[in-house]
């Protein structure tokens, strides 16, 4: 077991190192629920077969010890060499190829229940949602409110709360599944959306904006519009950049683009059923539904509403629209 054990550690250590230096493409979720069966099965292994051998061997052990013992007080000899509580502790002992997976399942399936069904962590890797998130924001993501999903393959278990406009949503990157996105939903399924020369549309009707005091991006060092806008029920700020065009350069050939009418003042969408246009608030620096697409239900992962860090600046943590 030994061997076999050093090989399964081996294979994890080669898969996470070769993700971590882009030699492969890895899958987290995949390699937690790996983790999760084979400690789980060790686990199983310890509590059912390991663990009583080693209890059954100790018991041998104390048992001859107390016959010797008897025996040799027979013969008057009181004084018996041999710690009896350091020897069976040696023999209940875990080996280390057991404390290295079984010892691990408890943290390893409660860190998989807490990432599968309640809340998943992300990091902002863009400026795509600046100004309501940061580059460096980590976050964190509601599994549960659209519905329960089974972990790997995404498969819905139950049905939730649908969407609904103004959400800020994490989902699997249509044109790369194995990429996760975050954006704010902008149109539901059936939802005419039209975003013509910097202004949003929904099924005719514009939707509210207001003019706030511009806001300075640290990172590109410049001013930009600012504004805040009312999708339902919630209010979020976006920005605008003068200096980029209003129409849409290099939109895919994506599934639904005959729905779309792009022009050189932006583009108007019909949302197929099943499907969520998405939106980034850095509206002029955001690759989002207007150049690849619309987003299948299949692929929402969870709703985001959360910064618990960004190290480079603390006071960004709080909740967020």
Same mark, same amino acid.
């Given at each position: 077991?030994?061997?076999? +054990?050093?090989?399964?550690?081996?294979?994890?250590?080669?898969?996470?190192?070769?993700?971590?230096?882009?030699?492969?493409?890895?899958?987290?979720?995949?390699?937690?629920?790996?983790?999760?069966?084979?400690?789980?099965?060790?686990?199983?292994?310890?509590?059912?077969?390991?663990?009583?051998?080693?209890?059954?061997?100790?018991? $041998?052990?104390?048992?001859?010890?107390?016959?010797?013992?008897?025996?040799?007080?027979?013969?008057?000899?009181?004084?018996?060499?041999?710690?009896?509580?350091?020897?069976?502790?040696?023999?209940?002992?875990?080996?280390?190829?057991?404390?290295?997976?079984?010892?691990?399942?408890?943290?390893?399936?409660?860190?998989?229940?807490?990432?599968?069904?309640?809340?998943?962590?992300?990091?902002?890797?863009?400026?795509?949602?600046?100004?309501?998130?940061? =580059?460096?924001?980590?976050?964190? =993501?509601?599994?549960?409110?659209?519905?329960?999903?089974?972990?790997?393959?995404?498969?819905?278990?139950?049905?939730?709360?649908?969407?609904?406009?103004? #959400?800020?949503?994490?989902?699997?990157?249509?044109?790369?599944?194995?990429?996760?996105?975050?954006?704010? =939903?902008?149109?539901?399924?059936?939802? +005419?959306?039209?975003?013509?020369?910097?202004?949003?549309?929904?099924?005719?009707?514009?939707?509210?904006?207001? +003019?706030?005091?511009?806001?300075?991006?640290? /990172?590109?060092?410049?001013?930009?519009?600012?504004?805040?806008?009312?999708?339902?029920?919630?209010?979020?700020? $976006?920005?605008?950049?003068?200096?980029?065009?209003?129409?849409?350069?290099?939109? #895919?050939?994506? @599934?639904?683009? /005959?729905?779309?009418?792009?022009?050189?003042?932006?583009?108007?969408?019909?949302?197929?059923?099943?499907?969520?246009?998405?939106?980034?608030?850095?509206? /002029?620096?955001?690759? #989002?539904?207007?150049?690849?697409?619309? =987003?299948?239900?299949?692929?929402?992962?969870?709703? @985001?509403?959360?910064?618990?860090?960004?190290?480079?600046?603390?006071?960004?943590?709080? @909740?967020?629209?």
């Amino acid at each position: 077991m030994q061997a076999i +054990t050093s090989l399964v550690l081996a294979a994890f250590a080669v898969y996470a190192g070769s993700w971590y230096t882009g030699l492969i493409e890895g899958n987290f979720a995949l390699l937690l629920f790996l983790a999760t069966v084979v400690t789980g099965t060790y686990w199983l292994a310890e509590r059912f077969y390991f663990l009583p051998q080693r209890q059954n061997a100790a018991a $041998l052990l104390e048992a001859s010890d107390v016959k010797r013992r008897a025996d040799l007080g027979k013969m008057g000899i009181s004084q018996v060499d041999g710690n009896m509580v350091e020897a069976k502790n040696r023999i209940l002992m875990q080996p280390w190829w057991l404390d290295w997976t079984a010892g691990l399942f408890p943290v390893i399936i409660s860190v998989f229940f807490l990432r599968s069904f309640l809340v998943e962590p992300f990091k902002i890797p863009s400026g795509s949602m600046i100004p309501t998130l940061l =580059v460096g924001d980590l976050i964190l =993501v509601n599994k549960f409110t659209y519905g329960l999903r089974l972990p790997v393959l995404n498969t819905k278990i139950t049905e939730g709360t649908p969407p609904q406009r103004g #959400d800020v949503m994490v989902f699997r990157y249509p044109p790369k599944p194995s990429l996760d996105y975050i954006k704010r =939903v902008v149109g539901l399924p059936g939802d +005419t959306v039209a975003y013509i020369n910097k202004r949003l549309t929904i099924n005719g009707q514009p939707v509210a904006t207001t +003019t706030l005091p511009e806001f300075f991006d640290d /990172d590109a060092m410049r001013y930009f519009k600012q504004f805040e806008e009312g999708l339902g029920d919630k209010k979020h700020k $976006l920005l605008n950049d003068d200096e980029r065009p209003a129409f849409v350069p290099g939109a #895919d050939n994506f @599934a639904g683009r /005959d729905g779309c009418l792009y022009s050189v003042e932006g583009v108007t969408c019909k949302v197929p059923q099943g499907h969520y246009f998405m939106m980034g608030d850095n509206r /002029d620096n955001s690759l #989002d539904s207007r150049y690849w697409g619309f =987003v299948p239900e299949k692929n929402i992962v969870g709703r @985001a509403f959360f910064v618990w860090m960004n190290f480079g600046n603390p006071k960004r943590i709080g @909740a967020f629209d």
